[in-house]
């Protein structure tokens, strides 16, 4: 063999080998996503003009509920943009949760504004219809592109949100959730391109909020975090935020449905729903999102109130996997005597104490429900026996479901939903499973 080739041959694996050393060398790896600017405060909205004119923005495409213009919440943000020299173009079509039609007439309205940059400003429904009227806008595609594997589209437009609930997490996450045209299931569309550039975290934009949507999209940012802290793709940072929101809400939630003019309390629960939403958007959800988006979408029961429902009976079930976790967030949910702090650390006390403390969490999580005055089970709402096997295929298709920490079979589900349809009784929360 010639020279050229004995040493052709000897670089290929020289090079072979050390891309394997390099490979194996990797390890323990997590990526973390977040919007690449946050402002966060009393009168955010009023700095929203001079962010975007930071950023070079010429025309912003609004995207928001109608209530909230109607309320006049989005006065502060058209006064900014106004300074600003931005022009502004209004989308105000967003019904509570958006369907593919009006995402469609979003995206040729976008098409018509000749916009640089699409702002959701509401709760999630118009948060995440902005995000894909974004995307979509700027790829040329429709829903079923944006949630088949291996989507390879990338947005082209600038992209923001301002909330005005504390719950969906929606300005921070990678995720947009669109109802079908049938108004019975939910499109979880999920894509690095969905993430916002830009978040504005204004809490005067919630005092006016009333009590039951201050409850149910507080419990939504509670679901977030618990469901983020023992989610099988968590990691150290998404664990921290989600560790951190739940204490914040656990404090400031109730003052916020009792006392909704309070802004301190509205600016704690604003933060960690932001938090709660980093922490999801990361490390993903679980089983109670999963199984929401059927009964929400099958029932018109709003996400946070659905939740709220299931939240105690999939963490009495994923306790068989995460009783340390979830013991460890008794101290945060104020549990006296709880013995540990830290999601997913190692647990100090004995085996007996970690059950005590697993119980006490989810008996926390119920009293905290029922202070706010959220429902308890799923009655009211008109949910069948005989509907539960066709929920129960919908979450095992959900994209949630992949970061549940115990898996999940159909015969799971369908007894779950089962103890959703009764009032909680004197038992311990976690017995059952």
């Not at 040329?140 to 969906?168: H, K, Q, S, W, Y």
């Not at 949507?213 to 975090?225: E, N």
């Not at 999601?343 to 104490?353: E, F, I, M, Q, V």
């Not at 959900?398 to 004197?426: E, S």
């Amino acid at each position: 063999m010639p020279a050229a080739l004995d040493q052709a041959a000897a670089a290929l694996i020289t090079q072979t080998a050390t891309r394997t050393v390099d490979a194996l060398a990797a390890q323990n790896l997590f990526h973390f996503s977040a919007p690449r600017h946050t402002l966060v405060g009393a009168g955010a909205t009023l700095k929203l003009g001079e962010l975007l004119q930071s950023q070079s923005v010429r025309r912003v495409f609004i995207v928001a509920d109608q209530a909230v213009h109607q309320r006049g919440l989005l006065a502060p943000a058209l006064r900014s943009l106004s300074r600003a020299t931005i022009e502004v173009e209004l989308f105000t079509g967003i019904e509570r949760e958006p369907g593919v039609e009006v995402i469609e007439r979003g995206v040729a309205s976008l098409a018509q504004s000749d916009a640089d940059f699409v702002l959701g400003c509401g709760g999630g429904s118009a948060m995440d219809a902005a995000k894909a009227i974004a995307v979509l806008g700027s790829c040329g595609c429709d829903l079923d592109a944006l949630t088949a594997a291996g989507f390879e589209g990338r947005r082209r437009i600038g992209l923001g949100a301002v909330p005005t609930t504390a719950g969906t997490g929606s300005e921070v996450t990678d995720i947009s959730v669109i109802m079908t045209g049938s108004q019975h299931h939910k499109i979880v569309a999920k894509h690095a391109t969905l993430m916002p550039d830009v978040a504005v975290i204004d809490p005067t934009l919630m005092v006016t909020l009333p009590a039951a949507v201050t409850a149910a999209t507080g419990i939504d940012a509670l679901t977030h975090a618990i469901e983020a802290c023992v989610a099988s793709a968590g990691n150290p940072l998404s664990q921290a935020f989600a560790m951190s929101a739940i204490g914040e809400i656990a404090r400031a939630l109730p003052v916020a449905v009792g006392n909704g003019s309070d802004l301190a309390a509205r600016q704690t629960m604003a933060v960690a729903a932001y938090k709660a939403g980093l922490a999801f958007s990361n490390a993903g959800l679980g089983l109670v999102h999963a199984l929401s988006h059927q009964i929400g979408a099958r029932y018109g029961i709003a996400h946070g109130v659905a939740n709220g429902i299931l939240l105690p009976h999939v963490m009495a079930f994923n306790a068989l996997v995460c009783r340390t976790d979830y013991a460890a967030m008794a101290p945060v949910l104020g549990v006296p005597g709880a013995g540990s702090s830290g999601c997913n650390s190692s647990y100090s006390s004995n085996g007996n104490n970690e059950r005590r403390d697993c119980d006490n969490t989810i008996a926390a999580v119920r009293r905290l429900l029922a202070d706010i005055g959220l429902p308890d089970n799923l009655v009211p709402f008109g949910a069948r026996v005989e509907d539960f096997a066709e929920l129960a295929d919908g979450a095992l298709q959900d994209i949630c479901i992949q970061t549940n920490p115990r898996d999940v079979a159909p015969a799971d589900i369908i007894p779950l939903l089962q103890k959703a349809m009764q009032p909680p009784g004197p038992q311990s929360p976690a017995s059952g499973f």
